[in-house]
């Protein structure tokens, strides 16, 4: 049986076309690298996302609740053998995901809206004091 809570991410599930831009890692600010995102249910515990984009590595999350606290939770993982843990929020049209890990801290903030997300990854070298935007994403729907 699903989680009641779990069904505020049906409005993920689908096949999405996905910008990445602004990022200091690329050749420049204005260069875009564009790629594909799929979000669907895996049994009826959790969303999860494979993300393809062109010179980035694969990346897969797995997204999911845990009841006893009443929060979302979602981990990650990538072609280089990365793996990380973030803490979820999800509603009223915002998304966020964050992490504070001994290497860096990390935050995904993002507006949702049926048919395009606009977010941004930061991070943070010095445990969330200051943050530096690595790169911007958005997600338009792909047509049925």
Known sequence: ???????????LLG???VTLSGAWFLDGLETEEH?????????DAFVVMTSI???????DFA???RDATDTFHALYHDQRGVSRLFDMTFGDGRWTLTRSDPDFHQRWLATVE?????GRWEASEDEG??????????????SA
């Open 1 to 11: 049986m699903r989680n009641d809570e779990l069904q505020a991410l049906d409005v």
């Open 15 to 17: 096949d999405w076309d």
């Open 35 to 43: 790629g594909t995102a799929t979000f669907e249910w895996l049994g």
């Open 53 to 59: 984009m062109e010179g980035q590595p694969t990346w």
């Open 63 to 65: 997204f999911g609740r």
């Open 114 to 118: 049926d048919n395009r997300i606009v």
């Open 129 to 142: 004091s200051t943050w530096r935007k690595d790169f911007d994403l958005v997600f338009e729907r792909r």
